[in-house]
């Protein structure tokens, strides 16, 4: 297929949203290229394309059209074994809050190396400039997510009640959420959860290859990774993650 006929996925790389939809597409056996952008111009590529928001992953057509946001990537891809209220929690809730805890930790030690995988991208120029513009860019990260340390304990206690619900669900449903065999709630499940897991299963590992964990998350992320949802994660990318 020419590289012109074929889809684009516009993704910030560690993005766990991100994550979703590239697996999605993977598991479709859909043909696509990535483009990993930097923090900022990703900005700039929604709006040229005409996103309703500036938000990623977006998937762009070979007629230029778009469709915007992992959950309508999905319903696009059209994967079986969806559960509407399990998915619109880990969208709407569990997310957010694991990519706020990981960047008030992260964002707040500067020998985390969070910088150099956010600009592991795909254009060289887009990871010079963002290495120049570090010292503006993090504070405006940190200012825009309100990833300050101070807010970090409340957000782990959060992150420990999202794990509880999802531990009694997997004792409850089993490996496999909906039906008896792996679909959409699966997938959204384990790729919203993998920041947390440390995997070292690809493209995780890849992604996020770098990261020094700052003590502020380290305790934290050694007792969540002997959970159920944790382990369970782990299975399932261990098992259903083929690149």
């Not at 859909?30 to 977006?58: M, V």
């Not at 319903?75 to 509407?84: H, K, N």
């Not at 509880?164 to 449903?173: G, T």
Request: charged share 25%; proline share 7%.
């Amino acid at each position: 297929m020419n590289r012109h006929n074929r889809l684009l996925l516009l993704t910030l790389p560690p993005s766990h949203y991100c994550e979703r939809a590239r697996w999605a597409l993977d598991l479709s056996q859909i043909p696509y290229d990535e483009e990993r952008l930097a923090p900022g111009f990703h900005i700039l590529r929604a709006k040229r394309l005409g996103a309703s928001t500036t938000s990623l992953p977006l998937l762009v057509f070979p007629d230029g059209s778009i469709c915007q946001g992992s959950d309508l990537i999905l319903d696009w891809v059209g994967l079986a074994g969806g559960d509407p209220e399990i998915e619109h929690r880990f969208e709407r809730q569990t997310g957010p809050l694991i990519r706020h805890c990981l960047y008030a930790g992260l964002l707040s030690d500067p020998q985390s190396g969070i910088r150099d995988v956010l600009l592991r991208v795909s254009s060289s120029r887009q990871s010079k400039i963002g290495r120049l513009a570090w010292p503006i860019l993090k504070p405006m990260m940190i200012s825009g997510m309100n990833a300050r340390l101070n807010v970090l304990p409340d957000l782990i206690t959060k992150v420990d009640k999202e794990l509880d619900w999802f531990d009694k669900l997997i004792v409850e449903r089993g490996d496999c959420l909906v039906a008896n065999d792996f679909g959409r709630a699966d997938l959204t499940a384990a790729s919203i959860l993998a920041p947390i897991a440390r995997l070292q299963n690809e493209p995780i590992h890849s992604i996020s290859a770098g990261i020094q964990w700052p003590q502020s998350l380290v305790p934290s992320l050694a007792r969540w990774s002997k959970r159920p949802s944790l382990e369970w994660v782990k299975r399932i990318y261990a098992s259903k993650r083929v690149c």
